[in-house]
């Protein structure tokens, strides 16, 4: 069986994660790899599961998002003060053929996006088993 995570990542995956320029605008990221899944999870405190787009194309998972807030302080008619503020990331990955795109789930839950990218069953990990000899 080829090496999944190898096929997932590319070779390069840890250099390009955690050797990011300190300007980078993408979010931190963790990968697990479990028996059953593949799963990432996406550090993005500040931002609500709406300010999210995931994308499936082409067996490339991409993960995005864009928000725009803007500050204002008046005085009367005046605008005295301004401030925008503009955010956006994306991120994408190169699934393995061992997931089952079909199923690829994602949740939210304090700041923090999980997405669960399930193998196909003759990518999951078997224990091995008892041969008899006769």
Known sequence: ?????????????????????EWSSSPAVNVYEHKEDFEIEVAAPGLDKKDFH?????????VS???????EEKDGEKIVFSEFN?????????LPEGV??????????????????PKREEYKEHAPRMIDIS
Do not use: C
């Not at 090496?3 to 590319?10: H, P, Q, V, Y």
């Not at 995931?54 to 991409?62: A, P």
């Open 54 to 62: 995931i994308d499936l194309k082409d067996n490339v998972l991409t």
């Open 65 to 71: 998002s864009q928000k725009k807030e803007q500050k």
């Open 86 to 94: 503009y955010s956006s990331f994306s991120r994408s990955f190169r």
């Open 1 to 21: 069986m080829p090496n999944l995570f190898d096929d997932f990542f590319g070779r390069n995956f840890w250099n390009d994660v955690f050797e990011k320029p």
């Open 100 to 117: 089952d795109a079909n199923k690829i789930k994602a949740k939210h839950k304090d700041g923090i996006l999980t997405i669960l990218l």
